[in-house]
C-alpha cells in the first residue's frame, strides 16, 4: 500500500485556493500510485480559522470543498481535515474531523478528541470532543485515524487530558496510524514532535504518518516538517521545513524500519527561516508586495529590513532613514551602508521640522515642565508619522521592528516606534537579535559590523544607551523567558540566583505595560510562548505590579 | 436560615484588596445575624484572572486568601470562589470552585462543571471540568452549590453541554441553590440571566441565591444584579445594577413566595451606566484620575466627553479642540459649548503647522501623488501626537472616541483618531450614540444640539460627509448587527432584506479592517459580541474579502 503526505500551505477562509492546491496534489499522488493521499488538519479552510467557524456559511463552504474533494477520490482515497456539524443539539455545533474520501464519496470521519486549549488554541470554543473511536478498514488495511492533538497525550509528565484516543483505537488492532496535524512552529516544537511521535510508537509499536501544515497565516507559522515513523522508532523520513511537499511512502518499507533521515534543528537558523516564511505569507497572503521600515542604523531594524528583504526581495523593500539632533554620526551612515549592501532603496527624511512644529505647539501647554519621555516619544511617533504617510501613498505594508526584551518591558513608543503591520522581530529577544544578524552575515558582511558592536541606544536624548534604563540584556532576557515562556514566579526566578529588586523590577514592567502591547501589531511567534493571541493578560490586574 | 449576599467590585490579582473587602462583608452579615454569606466565583483573585491562572504563585496567593477567609469563619459560614490546584495529574490543572468555609475551616468544595470557552470566555484554557456532584449540609439544610454556567444548560434551544450539574445535585434533594457568579453586562443580559434562573426553579422547584460582581476590569463591565428568587418563579429581589452591595435574606421568607422586586432595564440608560462604571473603573483600578482626549464638534468625542465627566468629574476631563483648515465653524463653537456645558478645562491647539511641516517632509518624496486618504490621515496622525504628547507629560489617559459602525468598517486612522488607552463607545453603533446624546441631555442640554443633529463628518477634506463614503446608519448599523451580533452570513442578511451589493461591501470592510481593530484599545463591553478579546479574527482570512 502507498500512502502520500501531502504538506500544504493553505490560506484560511480561501476555499477555492485551498481546493485547487489539494486537487493538484490528489493528481500528483495519483500518478505516483498512491493507494491514499493525506492532507493537513482543517484542510479545507486553513488553521486557524478562528471565529469564521462561528458562520454557518463557512461551514458549508468547508463541506462543499470536500463534495468537491469527494469527487476525485474514485480510485484514490482522501484524508481531508474539515470542520463537521455535530448533529446533536446538545454540546458544541462543529467537529474538528478527518474525513476518509473513496470511491466517490465519504466513507468515514473521525473526530477529533483532544482540543488543544491554551497557548494560541482555542479549540474547544468551537468543537465538541469526539466520543467514539473506529478504525478505517481499507484494502484489508485497518488504519487508525487521528487529529493532531490526540496524539499529544503520551510521553508527558503532567497529561493535559484524562483520555487518550489511541488506547481506544489500539483495541481494533489497527495497522498503522494516520495523523492529520496543524502543529505551529517554535523553534524547539520540531524536535518535541519527533519525541511525542516516538512516545506513541514506543507505545503502540505502529508505524505512523503525520501530516503537517507548512506557510504562515498572520503570527501562526508552520513549518511543516512531517514525519513518518516506523514501528522500530526511527524517523523514514522528515518533510523540508517551511515548504510545500508531496511524497509517496511504501507501506511495507516503512513497516521494515532501520532508515533514519532528519534535518539540521540549529535554533537560529530556524528562526531566520520562520521569520522569512511568515512576512512572505503576511503579504502574500494579503495580496501586498511592498514593505516599509524605519531604518536607525542599530540592530534591531537591520535585522528587520534583512529579513523582509529575503523574504520580499530586496527591491521591494523600502527603507527609511530619519535622523534627528540626536541621531550619532554613525547612525546614518550604518543604515545608508545596510542599503547599499542589499540594494534595498532608501529615503532620508529629517524629522526635526516634524518635531519642532510639535513641540512648537506643545510647549505653551507643557507649563515649564522638564524634557523628559514626552519630548523622546515626540520623535519617534514624528517617525512613525512618516512612515505611515509613505505606505499609505504607496501600499506599502509598515514593518514593525521592535524586539521581544523591549516589548516585554514597554522600552518602545505607542503610535511612534511601535506602529506597524507586523511585528517580525517581536518573539525574538534581543540576545537572539544579535545571533540572527550573524547568522544572516554567515557568508559575508550584511549587517554593517557596526550595528552589530555598538552599544544599543535609542537615540532619543543625549548619548542615551539602553543600558541607562534596563538590565544588561544577558540578564534581563533571562528573567524575561522564565517569567515568559517559563511562567516561573518571582520566587523560583530570584531561587536560581537573580537579584530580588531586579526580578521585581523587570516583572512590574513587563505587567504594567500589558497595555502597549495590547496595540501592537500581530508579531511573528516563534518560541513557545509570544506576544498576542497565546498569552492573554489582563491590563487592569494589580499582580506583581 | 439566614444566607448574606455580597455582591463586590473585585480587582484581579489585588488579593489584599479582595480579601479586605470580603471580611468587611462578612463583618456586615455577621452583625445581621447571616448563617451564610456568599461571594462571586473567583472572587479570591477577581474576574477574568487570564493566564495569571498559569502561575503557581498566584493560585498560591489565592488559597492564602481562602485561608484567611476560614480564619473569620468560626461562627458564620463562608462560600467563597477561587481556583484551586487539581490533585490528579491526568486534566488541567485547576479547577474553579466554589469553597464552603465554616468553623475556621473548608468544610467543602464544589467544583464548577461547565466551562464557558465562547466570546470573551476561556475557562476550559486553565479548568478541569469538575465530574462529581455533592450537596453540603448545613445547620440541618442541604445547600446545591453551582458556580456560574452551571446553571445555565437549562432552558436554551441549542444547549452547549451534554451535561446539567443540577441534575445530579437533584437527586440529593437539596433545599436551595447557591450559585457563585461573574456574568458580565451586556444590554439584554440582565433579562436573559432572569429568564435562565426562572427555567431552573420551573426545573427544579428550588429557591435560588444568585450571586454576581459588580464593576468593571478592564473591557468586561460586571453589572451584579444579584438576585434571589423563590420556588413560585418570582424575583424576590435584583441587586442594584453597578453598585457593591451586601444583603441578608431570611431563607422561609424566600421560600413562601410572592413578593417581586425588579429593576428598570432599558437599554441605553444601561448601556450609559455601563460604561460610566467601565471609565471609572479602568482609571481607578490602573492608578489614574485623569483623562484626555480630542473634541472635535461632531458627537462620538461629545458623548465620550460626557459619560468621561460622570465617570471621572468634568474638572478630571482635559478636552483639546484641534481645529484644522477643512475644520468648520461649528466645530469649534459646539466643542468649546460642550466643555463649558461642563465646566471642563480645554485647550485650543491648531494642527496646521504640524500638518504642514509633514506635507513639507513628505511632499519630495509622494511622486506628485494626488491628494487622498494619506492627507487625511496626516490631519488624525497630527492629533494623535498632540494629545499623546500632552497625555504623557501630565499623566492623563488618552480615551479613544471612536464608534462600534465606524470600528467596524475601518472609517478612522490608526495611530490617529483610533489612539487612546480605552475604548468608551466603541462597542456601540452610531445610532445608539445619538440615542445616548439624548439620554444624556435628558435633563437639559449638556450636548449642544448642533453636535446632535449636524450631518456626521470626519473634516478631513472640503465638505466631507460621512454619507459620502458610508451607507447610512440606519442601514449600516442593522447589517453590522446582524453580521457582527448575529453571525449571520451575507445569503442570510441579504434575504432579510438588504440589498445585495451593499451587504457584500459592508462585510467585505468588516474583514479586510481585521488589521486596524488588532492594534486598538481595549473596548468598553456593552453588548453580546464587542470588538476585542470575544471576537478572535484572523487578518490574513480570504472570506467574504
Known sequence: MKIAIAQLNYHIGNFEGNLKKMLEAVKEARSKNADIVVFGELSTCGYPPRDFLEFDDFISKSEECVARLAEASNDIAIVVGSPTKNPVIEGKDLYNSAIFLYDGKIQQMQHKALLPTYDIFDEYRYFEPANEFRVVEFKGKKIALTVCEDIWNVGNENPLYVTCPLDELQNQNPDFVINLSASPFSYHHATNRIHVLQANVDKYGLPMFYVNHSGAQTEVIFDGGSLVISPDGKIHDELPYFQECVRVYELDEVEKGGIERLQPKEKIALIHDAIVTGIKDYFGKLGFKKAILGLSGGIDSAVTAALAAEALGAENVLAVLMPSKFSSDHSVSDAEQLAKNYGMPYKIIPIKKNYDA????????????????????????????????????????????????????????????????????????????????????????????????????????????????????????????????????????????????????????????????????????????????????????????
Request: proline letters at 5%; hydrophobic letters at 35%; one cysteine or more.
Open 358 to 545: 510639535f513641540m512648537d505647539a506643545l510647549t505653551p501647554h507643557f507649563e515649564g515642565r522638564p524634557f523628559n519621555v514626552t519630548e523622546e516619544n515626540l520623535q519617534a511617533r514624528s517617525r512613525g508619522v512618516i512612515l505611515m504617510g509613505l505606505s499609505n501613498k504607496f501600499g506599502h505594508i509598515l514593518l514593525n521592528t521592535s524586539n521581544k526584551s523591549e516589548m516585554a518591558v514597554g522600552y518602545g513608543t505607542l503610535y511612534g516606534d511601535m506602529c506597524g503591520g507586523l511585528s517580525v522581530i517581536g518573539d525574538v529577544y534581543k540576545t537572539d537579535v544579535f545571533a540572527l544578524a550573524r547568522y544572516i552575515n554567515r557568508n559575508g558582511e550584511l549587517i554593517p559590523e557596526n550595528t552589530i558592536t555598538k552599544p544599543p541606544s535609542a537615540e532619543l536624548r543625549p548619548n542615551q544607551k539602553d543600558s541607562d534604563s534596563l538590565p544588561d540584556y544577558d540578564i534581563l532576557d533571562e528573567v524575561l523567558y522564565q517569567y515568559i515562556e517559563k511562567t516561573q514566579g518571582p520566587k523560583e526566578i530570584i531561587e536560581q540566583g537573580f537579584d530580588e529588586k531586579l526580578v521585581a523590577r523587570v516583572l512590574r514592567l513587563v505587567n504594567i505595560n500589558e497595555f502597549k502591547r495590547y496595540q501592537t501589531a500581530p508579531v511573528l511567534r516563534v518560541s513557545s510562548k509570544a506576544f498576542g493571541m497565546g498569552r492573554r493578560m489582563p491590563i487592569v490586574g494589580k499582580y506583581l505590579s
